[in-house]
């Protein structure tokens, strides 16, 4: 995810002698923004504090990790955490630096297609924030909060989202398969569904439900597939619970 908002910062015109990136086992992607003037790995004696510290970790991982960037972070350093469940008492106390804003994107991010929502500590100021919403807008669309406890179901619905839409393509196609089609021509027809469906939601201003509804002729094959899936276990009943899930995880990691 860090690596998908730096591609989007440095496409949007950041001059990458103005990056350094922190990170032990660098992708051959992130090695390769070395020749065009990132720096990789400076020490921060070389580096100083950064104006802003965007932090892309693993939250199991930040406890561990986290002191190794408090050298960067200055009284006047905006720090921007993408982590999943990890508080902004808990960024400001191991990295330290002049504010925090609290942030969860997703990985359609990679193509400039991502939702992030954020919440800014009560210490960031207005230019800080505004440093920080053009950082995450360079990946999509940003959605501000004002209570942090909102950000645990955020990361259930859109952090997380994307894998249950992948796992809709996936099983729709196994399900082709078991109704017949061949493997290669059910994995194309569900693939194209669910992207082909997913963009005529974005541009269309019709309520997701109106768009079903639309799909859906009284007494047809549509609404026969539907009674199953809005059943007592259906859809509804399962991504209640799937999110309550990875919001209750959410939550834990905090802890």
């Given amino acids: 995810m860090g690596g998908a908002m730096l591609t989007g910062w440095l496409a949007r015109g950041l001059d990458p002698k103005e990056v350094a990136v922190i990170e032990p086992h660098p992708s051959a ?15 921060a004696k070389v580096a100083g504090s950064a104006a802003t510290l ?6 199991q991982m930040f406890r561990e990790a ?12 905006l720090v921007v955490s993408i982590m999943a469940g990890t508080t902004i008492a808990s960024i400001a ?8 804003v609290r942030a969860m994107p997703n990985t359609p991010a990679a193509i400039g297609r991502g939702i992030t929502v954020a919440v800014a500590a009560k210490g960031v100021n207005a230019a800080q924030r505004a440093v920080a919403d053009a950082l995450l807008r360079a990946t999509g669309s940003v959605e501000w909060v004002d ?8 990361t259930a619905v859109s952090g997380s989202g994307p894998a249950y839409v992948f796992l809709l393509a996936e099983e729709l196609a196994r399900a082709g398969v078991e109704a017949g089609l061949p493997q290669e021509l059910a994995a194309k027809l569900a693939r194209e569904t669910v992207a082909g469906s997913g963009e005529l939601l974005h541009r269309s201003e019709l309520p997701s439900a109106t768009l079903r509804q639309n799909v859906t002729s009284p007494g047809g094959t549509t609404a026969a597939a539907l009674q199953v899936l809005m059943g007592p276990d259906g859809m509804q009943s399962l991504l209640t ?3 309550a899930a990875a919001t209750r995880r ?3 990691l905090a802890k």
């Fill in 29 to 43: 992607e992130i090695s390769a923004l070395v020749t065009k003037g990132v720096r990789l790995n400076p020490s």
């Fill in 54 to 59: 965007v932090v892309a970790l693993k939250p």
């Fill in 66 to 77: 986290g002191p190794a960037l408090k050298p960067f972070a200055g009284p006047a350093t």
């Fill in 93 to 100: 106390e191991v990295c330290g630096g002049g504010g925090v």
């Fill in 147 to 154: 209570d942090e406890s909102l950000m645990d179901a955020v």
């Fill in 241 to 243: 619970r799937a999110v």
């Fill in 250 to 252: 959410s939550r834990e």
